[in-house]
């Protein structure tokens, strides 16, 4: 094996390597979700370090929770079903994108309306509620608009392996 041949073995072993820890940053929702969770309660999380080294998170409350357990989880568990890997990887177009930001938006504050009593929550921060969540859909929905996402994984592989390829020397005058 020549050294050209080598460095596309080299390069594309370490794509494949580092490709799907990649890809499963940029598709997991946990952080967002839990970003979510938290500002219903009134608080964030924080990551501690234990005597053995194991890494847990911790609740912190800093605030009035803006919803109680029954709401948190209900509005959390709504949002994971419109936000998740799956949906990321969507192709749509900028009007599908409008329409489903706006149904959405009507979805949240129809669910906020209705059930505002069984989940503790006040008249005066519903729209609070309802425009951090929407504001954080928006541009995480964004990246579905005509497949962008989706090319954005095609284009890191090709533009390595490419570029590798480019550096080869073809004839006498190259």
Do not use: H
């Not at 847990?56 to 948190?72: P, Q, T, Y």
């Not at 989940?119 to 005066?124: A, F, G, H, K, L």
């Not at 609070?128 to 969540?133: Q, R, Y």
């Amino acid at each position: 094996m020549d050294l050209k041949q080598e460095q596309i073995k080299y390069q594309t072993t370490n794509d494949a390597y580092i490709e799907p820890n990649i890809l499963q940053l940029r598709l997991d929702t946990r952080d967002l979700l839990d970003n979510i969770k938290s500002f219903l309660k009134g608080g964030r999380i924080v990551y501690q370090q234990d005597a053995t080294g194991r890494i847990d998170a911790k609740f912190i409350s800093e605030g009035s929770a803006l919803a109680n357990d029954m709401g948190v989880q209900s509005v959390v568990s709504w949002i994971s079903m419109q936000l998740n890997p799956s949906t990321v990887q969507g192709n749509i177009s900028f009007n599908q994108y409008l329409s489903f930001l706006e149904r959405t938006r009507k979805r949240l504050a129809k669910n906020l309306l209705i059930n505002s009593p069984r989940y503790d929550i006040e008249r005066q921060d519903r729209a609070f509620i309802i425009d951090a969540i929407m504001n954080m859909l928006e541009l995480f929905i964004s990246r579905c608009l005509d497949n962008k996402e989706r090319e954005s994984y095609v284009k890191g592989s090709s533009a390595s392996i490419g570029n590798l390829l480019a550096k080869e020397k073809k004839g006498i005058l190259s």
